[in-house]
């Protein structure tokens, strides 16, 4: 059985946060194919460098044209790796600059509502993501050991909870 597991790291530079999650997924893969030996496992990381990724305006234009989200940026192709297909495990890493998550995960996080519309909107086309049977993770990287990663982590794992 293959089993998919994507890292995430949200750091606009490939450092310390990349390399945490890619220790992460290691762990994750070893674990999995420790405990029996039918399982492959594939890991994929996703890197947040170079990347544009706008905050939710709240447009609304996803529901009036049924859509995906219409802010032209790199948020779709960096969504669709949770989403098609949907992985078995996530790992999502953020860098902590003020005491939470940075502003780019912020963002790739408040544009995944457009993924959920169906639950308020009946005719809403886009059939939100089953994320139920995917395990997460959370792990955060800050420069003071009072700098806020509980508090990111506990974001990171609250939007995880939202999302299903």
Request: glycine share 8%.
């Amino acid at each position: 059985m293959k089993i998919k597991l994507v890292g995430i790291s949200a750091s606009p530079r490939h450092g310390n946060t990349e390399m945490l999650v890619r220790e992460a997924l290691a762990s994750g893969a070893k674990a999995v194919e420790g405990m029996n030996q039918e399982y492959s496992v594939e890991t994929e990381l996703i890197s947040f460098k170079g990347k544009k990724i706008q905050g939710c305006i709240d447009c609304k234009a996803c529901v009036r044209n049924k859509s995906m989200c219409i802010l032209k940026d790199d948020w779709q192709e960096l969504i669709s790796h949770l989403t098609t297909p949907v992985p078995n495990g996530v790992i999502i890493g953020a860098p902590v600059y003020f005491f939470s998550v940075n502003s780019a995960l912020r963002a790739f996080m408040e544009r995944a509502t457009c993924l959920m519309k169906g639950f308020w909107y009946p005719d809403y086309p886009i059939q939100a993501p089953d994320w139920s049977k995917t395990a997460a993770g959370a792990v955060a990287v800050g420069f003071h050991r009072n700098g806020g990663q509980e508090h990111a982590n506990s974001n990171i794992l609250q939007w995880f909870l939202v999302n299903g």
